[in-house]
């Protein structure tokens, strides 16, 4: 299988080497591409799983302190509530007032000592879960030991200034690392020391202390279940080597599977050491006794000045992680024999096809759209031939689809046209409004189409006309605008441009309408001649987006129109209503010639005015200078209309 797979290189090469220049191309640049990666992954990887196993063991480490440190705190509350009970009991409290009224050295004393003695051993074996490896009674002043279980303590003092400060609280516990008095042996040279203070007399001072010691069962309790539990892993736990019981500045005691080892001393300050006060767990990585790297996990029980470490050698936990290092370089390699064996063989195959694409791409130059490139794979070659002819195909669409455009650009201009034709046939400028809107809205398919014309005082935009039933409604209403007001007719009217609202529920300008709910979108443009507007053009359309720049122009194009047709329209009416004044003129003048008194006269000229102006009543008087009395004539009755003369 070996030599199979030497001849397959060997030809991948040969083919590589009579391959042609993007070949080798191809290969120079994939190479980099896969080997780059696959390097970065592969630390990255590296990075990810170590920081994963050690966040695992830190939380393995901490929940194991938590653990013993819980344990460890419950073994001294009991003991601390048991020996509270033992010092307040009367006979206790007795036989301590008994000795420390006699003085040492007397038989009275000796005899009161023995007494207690015995009561203390009695005390400790009675108890059916012995709780005290020894008991002894101290006075307060001094430390001196007065009476204890172990008859050899006894005239021996312990810390005086401890003593003193227990005074001021109830109970007290503390360890005791290589302290003469208890030192048993090389390997027992660790105590537990829980203090309780004695009042000899009632509710007087604490003259004494009774203190229960605890060796061996706290060696038992404590130390041999950190043997069992952690110095003795089971499957898939972390074998932890270094387990620490730390009480005194400097000082610990090391625990091992074989037991409990002599009293050690820092070289160096230890983490836990600065922490006297931490109870939660910190891990941290550091230096341990014998300066080699480790994983420590630390917590203190501060009322006991007893703190508890452990530590994990740097070098087991992240053995696991290093033998990744093998599989990643083997990763490298094997993908880099892949990309030698299989890229030369693939840019040959990719090369052939080349031909057919360059022939399409020259016939495709040549205007023939119905030539398609043989699609013969479905590989990356025939999803590239697949494209081309996918991309011929929306050539030869977008032809046809341009020629829609310009059929449709046409329409869009006979229309216009038509509607030209229309709006300057129209006898009146209202007719030529009302037809006008009419044929946009139907021809284009517009939902509504209105006219807006500026008013004289030039504030407002009136509505002037509007399409189907909507439009007559609002001009029923008066509908109109304010120019420059928040609105899209205000806008144009105000700025002489043509606006489009692709969709009125984002555009801040559009003036929503109850009569017109299914408005979508909307566009206005200005009628203005010579720069001055005279109003706008408004369409609007029940689809969103529906104009384009293209149907501004067109509907520009008819605004201009319009604009010419109201011009005509304005200006045929100032020239009949000229006639129509010169006519009344030329009448009233006939009649007045044949007329000699002043009264036939006035009389005349409200009869004609009455008649021209269709007042229903005309009122015509003469202030003569001579006096201020006036003459006046009124037809039929009274006055809506003065003259004077």
Request: proline share 4%; hydrophobic share 40%; charged share 25%.
């Amino acid at each position: 299988m070996f030599q199979r797979l030497q001849d397959i290189i060997r030809q991948r090469i040969a083919e590589f080497e009579e391959g042609t220049s993007l070949g080798r191309k191809l290969i120079a640049v994939l190479l980099p591409l896969v080997l780059v990666p696959m390097i970065i992954m592969g630390l990255a990887a590296y990075l990810q799983t170590r920081n994963i196993v050690g966040e695992q063991l830190e939380d393995e480490l901490a929940s194991r302190i938590n653990d013993k440190l819980f344990d460890l705190t419950d073994w001294i509350t009991v003991r601390e509530e048991q020996l509270i009970l033992d010092a307040g009991e009367n006979t206790i409290r007795g036989r301590v007032s008994e000795l420390l009224d006699e003085r040492e050295g007397d038989v009275l004393f000796d005899e009161r000592q023995n007494d207690l003695r015995t009561l203390l051993e009695n005390k400790r074996i009675s108890m059916t879960n012995i709780l005290f490896d020894d008991y002894l009674v101290a006075r307060a002043s001094d430390g001196q030991i007065l009476a204890a279980t172990q008859r050899q303590w006894e005239g021996e003092s312990i810390d005086a200034d401890m003593l003193r400060d227990l005074l001021l609280s109830e109970t007290f516990t503390y360890a005791a690392i290589d302290h003469p008095l208890f030192r048993i042996s090389e390997e027992e040279n660790f105590a537990i020391l829980t203090h309780a203070p004695i009042s000899a007399s009632e509710g007087g001072l604490n003259e004494a202390i009774l203190i229960g010691v605890s060796t061996k069962y706290f060696k038992t309790d404590i130390v041999e279940d950190i043997q069992r539990k952690w110095l003795a892993p089971q499957d898939g736990e972390a074998e932890i080597v270094n387990v620490y019981i730390v009480a005194e500045p400097n000082i610990f005691l090391e625990i091992s599977p074989s037991g409990m080892i002599a009293l050690q001393r820092f070289n160096s300050g230890h983490p836990a050491l600065s922490h006297p006060t931490l109870t939660k767990p910190r891990t941290q990585e550091y230096k341990d006794i014998f300066g080699e790297s480790v994983l420590g996990s630390y917590a203190w029980i501060p009322t006991a000045g007893i703190g508890l470490a452990v530590e994990l050698p740097r070098r087991l936990y992240l053995s696991e992680i290093n033998s990744l290092a093998p599989f990643s370089i083997l990763l490298i390699l094997l993908a880099t024999l892949f990309t030698v064996i299989v890229v030369p063989f693939a840019s040959n195959r990719l090369l052939r096809p080349l031909s057919k694409l360059t022939e399409f791409a020259q016939r495709v130059a040549r205007g023939d759209w119905q030539y398609r490139v043989p699609v013969e794979s479905d590989d990356e070659v025939g999803m590239l031939s697949q494209s081309l002819n996918m991309m011929a195909e929306e050539l030869s669409q977008s032809y046809r689809s341009l020629e829609d455009r310009v059929s449709d650009r046409t329409r869009q201009l006979r229309i216009a046209s038509q509607v030209a034709r229309v709006v300057i046939s129209s006898p009146s400028l209202a007719d030529l409004l009302r037809r006008g809107v009419e044929l946009i809205k139907s021809q284009f398919g517009y939902y509504h189409v209105s006219i807006f014309l500026i008013d004289e005082e030039g504030e407002n935009a009136q509505l002037a006309e509007s399409s189907g039933e909507i439009g007559q409604a609002l001009k029923a209403r008066g509908h109109s605008l304010k120019v420059g007001g928040q609105s899209i007719i205000g806008w144009v009217t105000a700025n002489n441009q043509p606006r489009i609202a692709y969709d009125v529920t984002q555009d801040p300008l559009h003036l929503a309408n109850e009569l017109l709910p299914e408005t979508r979108s909307e566009a206005a443009v200005p009628l203005q001649v010579a720069g001055r507007v005279l109003g706008a053009l408004d369409v609007q359309s029940t689809e969103a987006e529906a104009f384009s720049p293209q149907d501004i122009e067109i509907l520009q194009t008819l605004a201009d129109q319009f604009c010419a047709a109201i011009q005509n329209a304005k200006l045929a009416i100032t020239s009949i209503t000229a006639a129509d004044r010169a006519r009344l003129m030329s009448q009233v003048t006939q009649e007045l010639s044949r007329q000699m008194t002043v009264e036939d006269v006035m009389q005349t000229t409200a009869k004609s005015l009455h008649r021209a102006l269709g007042h229903p009543e005309i009122v015509v008087r003469m202030n003569t200078a001579q006096s201020e009395s006036s003459l006046y004539t009124e037809y039929p009755t009274s006055s809506d209309t003065d003259l004077e003369a």
